[in-house]
């Protein structure tokens, strides 16, 4: 089974700041890869798919890069409404494990 | 507008078994990959089972032999069937959907599960 980790945990940045999560996953997964937020409270939220594939409706300041084992979700510039926990997730082959999440807070 | 909307949770029993549904609008669940994910109280995002257009299922190793995922085209509703359930089987129950793979592009509002005697 492939195994998802990201890093950091969580982050506490200011707003304007430039952000980035990471994703490894433990072996190739090629761009199979999805991003979703969730905020407290709040359903899950699909934002990148294809690894760098901004889903419809989700503000440009998201991108998603990477491909193989290595992905990141970055946040160009951070919004107070962007407090959210990040999961990335593999669809490459099932069981399609999400990582363990990444708690994102405005310093 | 897609519309994904679970019921069937609650109160059991551990050993006792619930069946959850996801009632969809603006897609066909039996053309769509459906996927249950589940999130217990203050932790993470757990990927549970899938079922996809041609019947192929696939659940995670905690599940198997429990949980059985199907879906009624008649109802356009999807199911979660789960027996011999455990305390660690208590939370936040998702369905989601997406057309082209196994992923959650559409999500619904999610039922609550809780296994405790």
């Known amino acids: 089974d492939i195994q998802m980790t990201q890093s950091p945990s969580s982050l506490s940045a200011s707003v304007g700041d430039r952000v980035t999560i990471t994703c490894r996953a433990s072996?190739?997964?090629?761009?199979?890869l999805a991003w979703y937020q969730q905020k407290p409270g709040k359903v899950p939220k699909l934002l990148i798919y294809?690894?760098?594939a901004l889903q419809s409706g989700v503000p440009s300041r998201f991108s998603g890069s990477g491909s193989g084992t290595d992905f990141t979700l970055t946040v160009s510039s951070l919004q107070p409404e962007d407090v959210a926990t990040y999961y990335c997730q593999s669809y490459y082959s099932a069981p399609f494990t999400f990582g363990p999440g990444t708690t994102l807070d405005i310093k | 507008e897609v519309q994904l909307v679970e019921s069937g949770g609650g109160l059991v029993q551990p050993g006792g078994s619930l069946r959850l549904s996801c009632a969809a609008s603006g897609l066909i669940v039996s053309s769509n990959y459906m996927i249950w994910v589940r999130q217990a109280p203050g932790k993470g995002l757990e990927w549970v089972s899938v079922i996809y257009s041609d019947d192929t299922t696939y659940y995670v190793d905690s599940v198997k032999g429990r949980f059985t995922i199907s879906r009624d085209s008649s109802k356009n509703t999807l199911y979660l069937q789960m027996n011999s359930l455990r305390a660690e089987d208590t939370a936040i129950y998702f369905c989601?959907?997406?057309?082209?793979?196994?992923?959650?592009?559409?999500w619904g509002q999610g039922t609550l599960v809780t296994v405790s005697s």
């Open positions: 072996q190739g997964i090629s761009n199979y």
């Open positions: 989601a959907s997406d057309p082209a793979y196994p992923r959650g592009r559409n």
């Open positions: 294809a690894a760098s």
